[in-house]
């Protein structure tokens, strides 16, 4: 990759993040700010992916012992890419249900002190996908 290309990568990075934050902090006070906002994130985050695509895979031809290498190097960053999801996905998802879990098991122990060891077990069941995930990654990073 030219350093042309590398220096149109970072500033297309650097946009994406700048311009919706911008937009939010300098944008109209309202109620939906916060969806204007989050869909102005979504539609640079995601803009900036297509960019990058069209960036890294497109251009000119490689050679077969380039392309080998090249497909092994691409094959090595889409693991780190699925073990980063698999983490962080699997985070959001606990991160939730722990937020509904234990917002009712705060509810039910003030009404009845003795529910406190079963609402520990689902609030416990909903940290496991956390642990799955995390487990899953490691299991990823340990095929690279």
Request: aromatic share 10%.
């Amino acid at each position: 990759m030219t350093l042309t290309v590398k220096l149109l990568l970072i500033a297309t990075l650097i946009l994406s993040i700048i311009i919706p934050f911008g937009y939010y902090l300098l944008g109209e006070q309202s109620k939906k700010r916060y969806k204007k906002a989050i869909g102005a994130n979504v539609f640079f985050f995601f803009g900036a992916f297509v960019i990058a695509g069209i960036m890294l895979f497109g251009g000119d031809t490689v050679h077969a012992a380039e392309a080998a290498t090249q497909t092994a190097s691409n094959a090595t960053g889409f693991g780190y890419l699925a073990a980063a999801l698999a983490t962080g996905l699997s985070c959001v998802g606990g991160g939730i249900a722990v937020a509904s879990a234990a917002s009712a098991a705060l509810g039910a122990i003030s009404e009845d002190s003795s529910a406190l060891g079963k609402s520990l077990i689902f609030v416990g069941l909903a940290e496991g996908v956390c642990l799955y995930g995390l487990i899953i990654s490691f299991m990823i990073l340990g095929k690279l």
